[in-house]
């Protein structure tokens, strides 16, 4: 058989169109999987920026709160002072207890404890007279511009007064050295 031009004709512009036609799939199967790529890539990014966007206000929260706690801790730097003044805080209950007519009948205190940065001193307090004095005694202890935490506090009727109670006050005061 022989092959005329024709046929050769027919031949070449078939094979350039399989060329053709194999050269825009391959071409066009690569700018599909870049796409497909570029999307994968686009998701990530996408998410990761999600994740930084949630850090970013994680973080932010967490300085809020950092900020909060400094400012408690600063409050409560102001009322601990470096010193254990013990002496200061009898004459400011021995003051509290003589403008209101109250008697201190015991007052003990503990060995300092360390803890943390802070020493903690346990300290018991007995006082007679009437209930609302102890009472006012009370809230100026609470209120004082030292850490004072009142732990428990019993108070009884006495027996001798009317109106007359004794309290038991279980305290622990702070300070710094």
């Given at each position: 058989m022989k092959?005329?031009?024709?046929?050769?004709?027919?031949?070449?512009g078939l094979s350039i169109l399989v060329i053709i036609v194999l050269g825009g799939t391959f071409?066009?199967?690569?700018?599909?999987?870049?796409r497909q790529k570029q999307f994968i890539a686009q998701q990530l990014i996408n998410k990761q920026q999600t994740e930084l966007n949630l850090a970013q206000n994680n973080l932010a929260a967490v300085k809020n709160v950092l900020a909060d706690q400094q400012t408690a801790l600063n409050l409560l730097n102001k009322r601990i002072p470096e010193s254990a003044d013990i002496g200061l805080l009898l004459s400011t209950i021995h003051s509290l207890v003589r403008d209101r007519n109250v008697t201190i009948t015991g007052f003990s205190h503990e060995k300092p404890v360390k803890i943390r940065q802070y020493y903690q001193i346990q300290l018991k307090l007995t006082l007679q007279g009437k209930f609302l004095d102890i009472y006012y005694i009370i809230?100026?202890?609470e209120a004082l511009n030292r850490l004072f935490i009142i732990e428990t506090l019993?108070?009884?009727?006495?027996?001798?007064?009317?109106?007359g109670c004794e309290a038991l006050i279980n305290a622990r005061i702070f300070y710094n050295k």
């Open positions: 092959l005329l031009p024709r046929h050769i004709d027919l031949m070449a071409c066009f199967r690569i700018i599909m999987e870049n809230h100026k202890l019993n108070m009884n009727h006495h027996e001798t007064q009317l109106d």
